[in-house]
């Protein structure tokens, strides 16, 4: 068996959404891993105080990615602390929780433009410097309304499964230069996201009774599945959606 199946010492990461919640999870665990991590996010405070205490090489980079004008500046300005990137986690994303009924232009075009169009073309903009050095990660963030409608989730539901076939696109149009393209669907963790389900504990709890394990998603259960898609380990895999939700699926 290779020893260095998961040895990701001296990659160089972009994650997005990076200020807290899956992304901040999922840069936080590559730094350990031995990962130069650019964090990516809007809010600076929040980046700073990440990057203060993470142990590991880390940057931060305050950015508007809904600006999609301003996506092939991003990817530029994030290589100037490690250089080009091997990973890019796309975990930046937002819900907006409207109805059908009540679905505004504004909110639906925020919520394709940020959970579809920043990830593909701020993907597109890193890709040549993969394709390069023949080796490059993809992670998106799907989601369970990848596959499901949930109450007032019409906008995010439709760009969550827009997720799950863009990295199936993703893995179609490079996997062929070493880049492969996954995606993860995390079931329900406490993220600022899901603030509003978690704020209510019948819900909190109806939803763990509905996992096969009986409890809902901490950050640290992704970590495993984030190092797997990181790594050499993932070799021969692409193209796929792995749901981390404890079952939920399942049942």
Known sequence: MDKKLFDLEHK???VTGAS?????GAASVLATYG???VAIARREEALKSWSDTIKGET???VADLSDRKSLRDISSEATRPFGTADILINAAGINTRQPADEMTDEHWDLTQNLNVAAPFFLAKALVPGMRAKRWGRIINFASLQSKRAFEN???????KGAVEQMTRAMAEAWSQ???????IAP????TELTAPIFSNPELTALNAAKTCVGRNGEISDLDGPIIFFCSPASNYVTGQTLFVDGG????
């Open 153 to 159: 989730g019409i906008s995010y539901g439709t760009s």
């Open 177 to 183: 230069y070493g880049i492969t393209a996954n995606a």
């Open 59 to 61: 940057a931060i980079l």
């Open 20 to 24: 807290s919640g899956l992304g901040q």
């Open 12 to 14: 160089v990461a972009f």
């Open 187 to 190: 079931g329900f963790f406490r």
């Open 248 to 251: 939920y699926t399942a049942k």
């Open 35 to 37: 990962v130069k991590v």
